[in-house]
């Protein structure tokens, strides 16, 4: 059994404050993140990889070069995380624990002592007694998401260096800033990547693979008013306000909302409200694994938006919509060779795969139709974006080893 230092690497990494600001438009969102890609490029280095470079738009990229004969190719994999921490939460300060073989009894933090880590709550738990279990203190998040997945990446990678007797292609590792909000890959280069396809670590569960995830579109919707003196307004005024109330109560009461959906159901989500009298508007977020249905619930969003404005004669709507980004499985679909060779690894490791739907989306759905079909592997980080966050240690070295041996089937 190799021995792995995964943990004492997450430990090292969610203490540095790493979170990152939807409100900032300096790329990366936050200097503070570099802190942490400045930590990652020397440990790189010291790890004798001779190409490592962090750029000025905050993306750390290494290539270990491959170790095959000559004459002798593989295809060249990417593994890639994101740094930054959830907004959600706070991120500064971060004082991990070490919950060593942990009996199943509730996990009181001492920072905060009403915050308790019960299995009963936290259900996943249960199948993890007997772990190393890592949590923050019970005043922060702890940041798992996603520097778990950063500490399985420096471990293969430290691993690799250290036994060149094990064969492998060009292994390519890429950390992002900003994943948190939405923009993990806007500034990325694709030609510093150069990989045939990848794997971002960033899933939860033990055994979990993840080649689908909701396609995502951005929707606001305005409502213009008529103003008038409130003491003279009769029959004159019309209330954008009212109106986007209005329309707001007829949204479905039940499917339809991130509430009352779950599994591959998909969603209309208003996610803002902004009004004054004479303009109102409503931005949502809509989501489906069918990028199809996205034109369904657009379409039932106008429409209910234009029945408003015709219970309110003189007031008028207008939509916005932008894509954000859609199901990896589109394009993993034109390439099953890199579910399969994942699929062939995790059994390797001897674990059993647990093909699951992201309802959300990662850095590798927008990698995926970016040219690098990228599928989503797990590190165990669990109740993230939450002072109750946890990962298991086993969970990570489990994940260390489906890498390992999805390099090694490939350059076989």
């Known amino acids: ?33 570099l802190d942490l890609c400045r930590m990652l490029v020397d440990e790189l280095r010291s790890y004798g990889i001779p190409q490592v470079e962090l750029d000025e738009n905050g993306y750390v990229y290494a290539r270990i070069p491959s170790n095959l004969p000559e ?29 060593p073989r942990w009996d199943g009894s509730p996990m009181v933090l001492p ?28 005043t922060t998040l702890l940041g798992a998401d996603d520097k ?10 430290e691993q690799l260096m250290a036994h060149p007797e094990w064969p492998h292609g060009d292994v390519v590792v890429l950390f992002t800033p900003d994943e948190e909000i939405g923009r993990g890959v806007d500034a990325i280069n694709m030609e510093k990547v150069n990989a045939d396809f990848g794997y971002t670590l960033d899933g939860g569960p033990r055994g979990s693979l993840e080649g689908e995830n909701f396609s995502a579109d951005y929707l606001e919707i305005s409502f213009k008013g008529r103003s ?14 009212k109106v986007a109330a209005d329309f707001l109560s007829r949204l479905p009461a039940e499917g339809l909302s991130p509430e009352t959906t779950e599994a591959r159901q998909g969603f209309v989500h208003p996610m803002g409200l902004k009004g004054q009298l004479e303009q109102a508007s409503v931005s949502f977020i809509l989501r489906d694994f069918d990028s199809a249905k996205l034109e369904e619930q657009a379409a039932l969003l106008e429409s209910l938006a234009r029945e408003a404005c015709a219970s309110f004669p003189g007031s008028e709507c207008s939509l916005i ?30 674990l059993t795969v647990n093909e699951l739907p ?27 974006h939450s002072v ?8 990570m070295e489990s994940a260390v080893q489906v890498c390992l041996h999805i390099v090694k089937r490939a350059a076989s």
């Open 388 to 395: 109750q966050e946890y990962v298991s240690v086993q969970d």
């Open 321 to 350: 919509r932008k894509e954000q980004y859609r199901n990896m499985a589109e394009i993993l679909a034109l390439h099953p060779e890199v579910m399969e060779l994942a699929r062939l690894a995790y059994a390797d490791a001897g």
């Open 358 to 384: 992201i309802r959300g989306g990662t850095d590798g759905s927008r990698l995926s139709f970016m040219g690098l079909p990228c599928p989503n592997i797990f590190t165990g980080e669990m109740a993230i």
């Open 1 to 33: 059994m190799l021995s792995f230092q995964v943990a004492e690497k997450l430990m090292r990494y969610v203490q540095v404050d790493t979170q990152s600001d939807a409100a900032s438009p300096s790329q990366p969102s936050t200097t503070k993140q």
């Open 148 to 157: 778990a997945g950063v500490a399985i990446i420096m471990e293969l990678a």
């Open 71 to 99: 004459g002798v190719s593989a295809p060249r994999i990417c593994f890639c995380s994101h740094v930054d921490t959830a907004p959600d939460c706070s991120g500064t300060g971060v004082k991990p624990i070490l919950h």
């Open 228 to 241: 008038a003196h409130p003491g003279y307004a009769k029959g004159k005024m019309v209330n954008a306000i």
């Open 111 to 138: 920072g905060n002592p009403s915050v308790v880590i019960d299995k009963e709550y936290q259900t996943y738990l249960k199948q993890r007694i007997g772990d190393d279990i890592i949590t923050a203190s019970g």
